[in-house]
């Protein structure tokens, strides 16, 4: 339903290895009326079609960064009820982004981030005939004998292609003003918004120094982007204190409890209230938590307790098999074994 998840399934297991090629050894992809991809693309809105027509070579990189914002999801919430998995299998997150929740603010953030994070390497990598690499102006704190240069990821171009495209279907819709619908537009648009500005927020000066026998007597810097687990671990910062929101008579979003501090454009927001997790819902799109593995000891969201909702849970003996006795070998490799050993496991009924 959401573009990035659709160009996610749809590139990666149908046109990758078309957009592996380089659009500039196959002009006739640009000829007017020959846009055999652009138009099989489901779910691209007008303006997204346009701009898939012009920029070809962008699209496996908008799928990558939609499968690495998936995968980050995944990772962020692989200990909670919900584990960035959906019961309906016609999209990746499915039914529960119809549902303006914390979960949805989440989402649409980590796969905002996850294309500006690839499409600002791809350019740096010389993968795009629109871009190279970062322009960035050299920092003012910068020491003066230290040179500015290198190829940086240009995050200044895969922001504003990130925001022009992904936001493109939002801002193409026309609802009522004050309607539901108009809220869940602006709730989407803040928080892709909030997404790209995490990715640039943590973005650092990284160097290398140059000199005879490591001397350093030089060193030239870049604008490097951060790894993406801290975009995903600050965004999960964000989801745990997300503001709930809700329309005033001017049509804006305003914040439901006012006497706490306005959301900022790097905050996470939310209109809807999160479905219930703990029990299996295809309405809802929840998979509910049965026959999860969960932490007897933990009073986390990863404990029995918790995980279980107060259902409780079996216990059963399982063998896991790990790398043991590991030895380096000069020269240069780690040689190991493969040890088994039979722990106890637990399982919310």
């Known amino acids: 339903i959401y573009i990035y998840i659709y160009i996610y399934i749809y590139i990666i297991n149908y046109t990758i290895k078309s957009l592996a090629m380089n659009p500039l050894l196959i002009p006739e992809a640009y000829i007017i009326g020959a846009q055999p991809l652009c138009s099989q ?9 346009k701009l898939c027509q012009l920029y ?5 990189y908008i799928g990558e960064g ?4 998936i995968r980050e999801c ?17 999209s990746v997150f499915g039914r529960v982004m119809q549902i303006g ?3 949805a603010a989440f989402t649409y953030a980590i796969s905002a981030a996850g294309v500006v994070n690839a499409v600002s390497r791809a350019c740096r990598e010389g993968e ?6 970062s322009r960035a102006a050299r920092p003012k704190d910068l020491p003066r004998d230290w040179l500015w240069g290198g190829c940086g990821d240009n995050l200044n171009y895969g922001y504003r292609f990130s925001k022009e495209f992904v936001d493109a279907r939002e801002r193409e819709k026309t609802y009522e003003k004050g309607s539901m619908e108009s809220a869940r537009l602006l709730m989407n648009l803040h928080n892709n918004e909030a997404g790209r500005r995490m990715v640039s927020d943590l973005a650092h000066v990284s160097c290398k120094c140059h000199g005879v026998s490591g001397s350093c007597s030089l060193k030239t810097c870049w604008l490097q982007l951060a790894d993406f687990r801290k975009v995903g671990d600050a965004l999960k910062e964000k989801y745990d204190s997300a503001t709930a929101m809700k329309l005033n008579s001017r049509g804006k979003l305003v914040q439901v409890h006012s006497k706490f501090n306005p959301p900022t454009s790097h905050d996470l927001v939310y209109i809807d209230p999160s479905p219930d997790y703990c029990v299996f819902n295809r309405t809802t799109g929840s998979l509910g938590t049965q026959g999860r593995l969960c932490n007897k000891t933990s009073e986390g969201m990863d404990g029995c307790a918790l995980m279980c909702c107060g259902r409780g849970y079996d216990q ?12 380096f070998h000069w020269c240069c490799y780690v040689k190991c074994k493969r040890c088994s050993r039979v722990v106890d ?3 919310c009924k």
Request: proline residues 0%; positive net charge.
């Open 41 to 49: 693309l489901v779910g691209l809105s007008k303006g997204q079609k």
């Open 56 to 60: 070809q070579d962008h699209m496996q």
């Open 66 to 69: 939609a499968k690495t914002g």
């Open 74 to 90: 995944q990772y962020q919430f692989r200990h909670r009820r919900w584990n960035c998995s959906t019961v309906d299998n016609s």
């Open 101 to 103: 929740s914390r979960e």
């Open 128 to 133: 795009l005939s629109s871009c190279g690499c």
């Open 316 to 327: 059963f003996k399982a063998t896991l098999v790990e790398r043991c006795h590991c030895k």
């Open 345 to 347: 496991q637990f399982v």
